[in-house]
């Protein structure tokens, strides 16, 4: 059945397979505490469902635990880095370090990062940005398995090929804008699939190019051992924005771009853009400070439309569904839960089914 389980647990659990999986402690440690960040703060897509997925693609070769970023080039206002296949959350925080304090010391930053497994929830990279002051700009591409449909094609030519902005705000939350350029994340089609859901019209083609509310043509082989894919978001203008995400994450960083057959590997490697700005250096900070508090505050004073209690801004809804979840426990689906099982069985850590 499914079940609700507090943070602290899951992330004991998942961190334990992780290690069983060949990562050192503080690698799981951190890991793990990143995937049930995404959980905590409403991303189930990026959270622990993934986590057998990497198992598998750690016994594939693709992922390999404990690496670390390597520095290709390094001209103080620009960084060429390379992950090394190592997992994302641990790269991608490195190569964050080393572009955060590149910024602070020379008011910008230019950083690419290659060859990372799976970043995760690329909103975790612009949140520790903006705790330092800084804006932030992330242009992600994804090499795996194609599943989103180019606008006018009827099969899956690129990934999901996220785009995330980060801006602090002085003495409040900063503005987070995190967002897939498909119609919605992958990850949320395997959660909806293991959930038994079907998902609203607009988000997806099956394999023969027909529109289908069925998450599971992304997620499983049809019948003719082919996949469905997912559409972009804003049509022709996600389609653009999902293609500059391919050439700058991707061709940009050096990390490549996908143009073959979809395969069955089961890793997911990510190349990443980033731009990193001190306002403070850029002599903007106190008009920055202002004139973005008051932007915000008109906007709030708009009057709630039908159907809303409040103006939010991005970055909002994860501050609040983290305390909700911190609260109330992480749900998680019963074929989730089971394909976490398994993946702790073939790593010999025997999970409570």
């Given at each position: 059945m499914p079940r609700t389980l507090q943070a602290d647990s899951l992330q004991s659990t998942v961190a334990s397979i992780l290690r069983a999986a060949g990562s050192q402690q503080a690698e799981?440690?951190?890991?793990?505490?990143?995937?049930?960040?995404?959980?905590?703060?409403?991303?189930?897509?990026?959270?622990?469902?993934?986590?057998?997925?990497?198992?598998?693609?750690?016994?594939?070769?693709?992922?390999?635990?404990?690496?670390?970023?390597?520095?290709?080039?390094d001209i103080g206002t620009m960084l060429s880095l390379d992950g090394q296949h190592g997992y994302g959350q641990v790269v991608g925080v490195q190569?964050?370090?080393?572009?955060?304090?590149?910024?602070?010391?020379?008011?910008?930053?230019?950083?690419?990062?290659?060859?990372?497994h799976h970043l995760g929830r690329i909103g975790h990279f612009a949140e520790m940005a903006t705790s330092h002051g800084l804006v932030s700009m992330h242009f992600?591409?994804?090499?795996?398995?194609?599943?989103?449909?180019?606008?006018?094609?009827?099969?899956?030519?690129?990934?999901?090929?996220?785009?995330?902005?980060?801006?602090?705000?002085?003495?409040?939350?900063?503005?987070?804008?995190?967002?897939?350029?498909?119609?919605?994340?992958?990850?949320?089609?395997?959660?909806?699939?293991?959930?038994?859901?079907?998902?609203?019209?607009?988000?997806?083609?099956?394999?023969?190019?027909?529109?289908?509310?069925d998450p599971g043509v992304v997620v499983v082989p049809q019948g003719n051992g082919?996949?469905?894919?997912?559409?972009?978001?804003?049509?022709?203008?996600?389609?653009?924005?999902?293609?500059?995400?391919?050439?700058?994450?991707?061709?940009?960083?050096?990390?490549?771009?996908w143009h073959r057959p979809a395969d069955t590997s089961r890793s997911v490697l990510n190349g990443m853009l980033t731009v990193l700005i001190d306002p403070e250096r850029l002599g903007t900070q106190a008009s920055f400070d202002q004139e973005a508090r008051e932007f915000v505050e008109w906007l709030r004073r708009s009057p709630p439309g039908q159907g809303f209690d409040a103006v939010r801004i991005a970055g909002e809804p994860e501050r609040e569904a983290r305390a909700a979840r911190r609260r109330d426990g992480i749900w998680v689906d019963d074929a989730t839960w089971g394909e976490i099982v398994a993946a702790g069985a073939k790593v010999g850590v025997a999970v409570a089914a």
């Open positions: 799981a440690e951190q890991v793990a505490a990143n995937l049930v960040m995404a959980n905590l703060s409403g991303h189930d897509s990026h959270g622990v469902g993934m986590l057998p997925r990497y198992i598998d693609a750690v016994a594939e070769g693709g992922l390999h635990p404990n690496a670390a970023v390597r520095i290709n080039l190569a964050m370090e080393l572009g955060i304090e590149r910024a602070r010391r020379h008011g910008s930053c230019i950083l690419t990062l290659a060859h990372a992600v591409n994804v090499l795996s398995r194609p599943v989103v449909a180019p606008w006018g094609g009827g099969d899956g030519r690129f990934g999901t090929n996220p785009c995330c902005i980060g801006i602090p705000f002085a003495g409040a939350e900063p503005f987070v804008l995190d967002y897939a350029t498909s119609r919605v994340a992958q990850g949320k089609m395997r959660v909806a699939h293991n959930k038994g859901e079907r998902v609203p019209p607009g988000y997806l083609i099956d394999e023969k190019g027909a529109p289908t509310d082919l996949f469905g894919a997912l559409m972009t978001f804003g049509e022709h203008k996600g389609y653009g924005m999902a293609l500059a995400c391919e050439l700058l994450g991707g061709a940009l960083t050096g990390g490549g771009t």
